[in-house]
């Protein structure tokens, strides 16, 4: 890219790696380093403005990968369907600029929980039940497989 100079990096990160949540945090933590990377890789490319970056932190998605996941409201936290990211993607890419897209809207608001005291945090994860959403997870393989073996 640095050669022909142009281009565009798409990093597909993900809600929870800002939140963290129970049960994930193998998931969690591979999607913070794909956020810490991004932001990272953006500030280096900034010499290069042809080269332009796409940071994708959606939600929960409607893929095998999260079967028997217990959506803790569709009103507030809808199911994100991958095409929807798809077309997304594209149209950020065919826009011609570096863009953050992050769906749906709650995403766009879930940094500011960290800031909360740690007490606020506690109750709006509680109220979310982000932290009991994977109790039910079955995954691709379905039962029997995933995180819920011991």
Request: glycine share 10%; proline share 5%.
């Amino acid at each position: 890219m640095l050669r022909k100079g142009c281009g565009t990096i798409v990093t597909i990160s993900s809600v929870i790696g800002q939140t963290g949540a129970a049960q994930l945090t193998d998931y969690a933590a591979a999607k913070a380093g794909l956020t810490a990377m991004h932001k990272s890789i953006t500030a280096e490319l900034r010499a290069y403005p042809e080269i332009k970056t796409i940071l994708v932190t959606p939600g929960q998605l409607s893929t095998p990968l999260f079967a028997g996941v217990k959506t803790p409201s569709n009103f507030f936290a809808p199911i994100v369907e991958p095409v929807e990211v798809a077309k997304e993607v594209i149209a950020a890419i065919e826009g011609g600029s570096s863009a953050e897209l992050v769906m749906p809207v709650y995403a766009r608001w879930i940094e500011w929980l960290n800031v909360l005291p740690v007490s606020l945090q506690r109750i709006a994860r509680w109220a979310s039940g982000v932290d009991v959403a994977m109790k039910g997870f079955v995954g691709r393989a379905g039962a029997g497989a995933g995180l819920n073996d011991k």
